[in-house]
C-alpha cells in the first residue's frame, strides 16, 4: 500500500481544474477496511499577500473533488486489493494553522497567537503574507507577526461573525 504523501502526489493533480489542492490525507484501519480521508482546500490565486476573505468550499466542489479522487484512486493501484472508504471534506475549523496559505486562507477570522517570549495575540487576520500576519486585536494596534515566531496559532470559533456591513454601520 502506498504511504500518506504517495496518495496525496497522485490526487493532487486531479484536482487542479476544481482550483483545489490536497491539505492532508490519512489512512486508518476500519475492520477489514480502510478509511482514506483526503481533505482538499481551495487554491489561492495570490502573488504572495491576502487582504479578504476567502469564500469557503460548497458541497457541490466537494462533491466534485470526491468524484475526482475517486477515479483516480480506482485507476490505480495505490490503495492495493483491500476494500476501503473514501471521505473527501475539507479541513476543519480546529486544524492548527502551520503555513502560509493557512493564514492567507483565514483572512477575516478571529485567530489566537501563542508566541515564546511574548503575549498571546487575539484578533481578526487582516493581512497574510508570504512570510507574516497582520492580526487586528479588538481593542489596541494592529500587530504583524512573522510566521517563524507563532509557536502555535488556531482559528476561534465564532457563532456569529460579523459581517463587513457591520464595519460601516459603526
Known sequence: MASEA?????????????????????????????????????????????????????????????????????????????????????????RPLRLPRHYQRNVGRLVTLERPGAATLTGRVVRAGADDVTVAPEEGASETVRYADVSRAVVQVEFSRPSPTDDEER
Open 6 to 94: 504517495t496518495i496525496a502526489a497522485l490526487v493532487e493533480p486531479s484536482l487542479r481544474p476544481f482550483r483545489m489542492l490536497v491539505e492532508d490525507v490519512t489512512v486508518t484501519p476500519a475492520g477489514k477496511r480502510r478509511v482514506v480521508r483526503v481533505a482538499v482546500d481551495r487554491a489561492l490565486d495570490t502573488d504572495g499577500e491576502v487582504t479578504e476573505p476567502t469564500a469557503p468550499l460548497t458541497l457541490d466542489e466537494v462533491a466534485d473533488a470526491t468524484r475526482a479522487v475517486s477515479e483516480v484512486l480506482d485507476d490505480s493501484d495505490a490503495l492495493g486489493a483491500a476494500p476501503y472508504v473514501l471521505e473527501v471534506t475539507s479541513p476543519g475549523v480546529d
